[in-house]
Nanobody, 130 residues
Framework: EVQLVESAGGSVQAGGSLRLSCTASGFTLDDSEMGWYRQAPGNECELVSKISSDDGSTYYADSVKGRFTISQDNVKNIVYLQMNSLKPENPAVYYC???????????????????????WGQGTQVTVSS
């Protein structure tokens, strides 16, 4: 059974850093594409970053480029999201995801996608205060 468990988020001040982790079980990271999404109240789900095991390629949303880094430990089966220079913004829940669905826009995180096997963690809240 696939399981994704995010670490506790937290509240940090603007300019600070926070590292999220996602412990995966039921599959191996070295054969997967993993992503981190976030959703603030009233907003749609946003893909923040993803990493592909095929070639190690990464993607970052423009809003986090240069500040966030995604990485994975294939031995521990953990995916990380290092977040630096955090900006004050509405609280958001961050979700770990296995096999990010293509063209996933205008929807809530953890929505099932017909014909696409994707899995979500339960989410962890991050708040950045000014």
């Amino acid at each position: 059974e696939v399981q994704l468990v995010e670490s506790a988020g937290g509240s940090v001040q603007a300019g600070g850093s926070l590292r999220l982790s996602c412990t995966a079980s039921g599959f191996t990271l070295d054969d997967s594409e993993m992503g981190w999404y976030r959703q603030a109240p009233g907003n749609e789900c946003e893909l923040v970053s993803k990493i592909s095991s095929d070639d190690g390629s990464t993607y970052y949303a423009d809003s986090v480029k240069g500040r966030f880094t995604i990485s994975q430990d294939n031995v521990k089966n953990i995916v990380y999201l290092q977040m630096n220079s955090l900006k004050p913004e509405n609280p958001a829940v961050y979700y770990c995801n296995l096999d990010p669905p293509p063209h996933f826009v205008g929807q809530a995180c953890r929505t099932e996608v017909p014909g696409w096997h994707t899995y979500w963690g339960q989410g962890t809240q991050v708040t950045v205060s000014s």
